[in-house]
């Protein structure tokens, strides 16, 4: 009758972290596939900062939040 249980309880656990590792994966798969911002989005924000980019500009900015995906 333990044993049932801690095989439950341990068939959860191990399930649980593979679950997660999988859907980590396919996440990061799909942000690279399909970024957040783009260099059009970059170059709209710093405009409306008031500032004209330059192509060297949003290409520092593309490399750093790729950095972080």
């Known amino acids: 009758m333990l044993q049932d249980i801690l ?3 341990f068939g959860l656990v191990i399930g ?3 679950g997660f590792l999988i859907a ?3 996440m990061k798969k799909y942000l690279k596939k ?3 911002i783009n260099e059009e989005m970059i ?3 710093m405009m409306q900062m008031g500032r004209k980019p ?3 500009q949003i290409n520092q ?3 750093s939040m790729e950095k972080y995906m």
């Open 24 to 26: 980590r994966n396919v």
């Open 7 to 9: 095989l439950v309880i």
């Open 54 to 56: 330059s192509q060297k």
């Open 43 to 45: 170059k709209a924000l």
């Open 34 to 36: 399909n970024p957040p």
């Open 16 to 18: 649980g972290i593979i």
């Open 61 to 63: 900015m593309m490399k």
